[in-house]
């Protein structure tokens, strides 16, 4: 049973950069993806960016260009360094973790997210 934590949240102004970790933990299988999503008031929870077990990454299109995941396999630790940030990125972030179990299961898991809020 994997458990994931996030960090890095806060309030900052427009412009201004924020960088988000997720520890993961009890992680025994192979990793589909592994990501962040975020979900602002009334709105559905959202793909942010995310790393295929190929090592691709992905990003969504509102992003691209300010935001950079990256991965630490050695140290089981995800980040997303968010550059540029605009009051629209305001959200719960979430790291999610998507794996696959030898008799061919998929597993999601998510952390309890963490508050960034964009001021104007």
């Given at each position: 049973?994997?458990?994931?934590?996030?960090?890095?949240?806060?309030?900052?102004?427009?412009?201004?950069?924020?960088?988000?970790?997720?520890?993961?933990?009890?992680?025994?299988?192979?990793?589909?993806?592994i990501g962040w999503y975020r979900q602002?008031?009334?709105?559905?929870?959202?793909?942010?960016?995310?790393?295929?077990?190929?090592?691709?990454?992905?990003?969504?299109?509102?992003?691209?260009?300010?935001?950079?995941?990256?991965?630490?396999?050695?140290?089981?630790?995800?980040?997303?360094?968010?550059?540029?940030?605009?009051?629209?990125?305001?959200?719960?972030?979430?790291?999610?973790?998507?794996?696959?179990?030898?008799?061919?299961?998929?597993?999601?898991?998510?952390?309890?997210?963490?508050?960034?809020?964009v001021s104007s």
């Amino acid at each position: 049973q994997a458990q994931l934590w996030e960090s890095g949240g806060g309030l900052v102004q427009a412009g201004e950069s924020l960088k988000l970790s997720c520890e993961i933990s009890g992680t025994t299988f192979s990793i589909n993806t592994i990501g962040w999503y975020r979900q602002a008031p009334d709105k559905q929870r959202e793909l942010v960016a995310d790393i295929r077990g190929s090592g691709t990454t992905n990003y969504a299109d509102s992003v691209k260009g300010r935001f950079a995941i990256s991965r630490d396999s050695a140290q089981n630790m995800l980040y997303l360094q968010m550059n540029s940030l605009q009051p629209d990125d305001s959200a719960v972030y979430y790291c999610n973790l998507v794996t696959k179990t030898p008799w061919d299961a998929t597993l999601t898991f998510w952390g309890q997210g963490t508050q960034v809020s964009v001021s104007s």
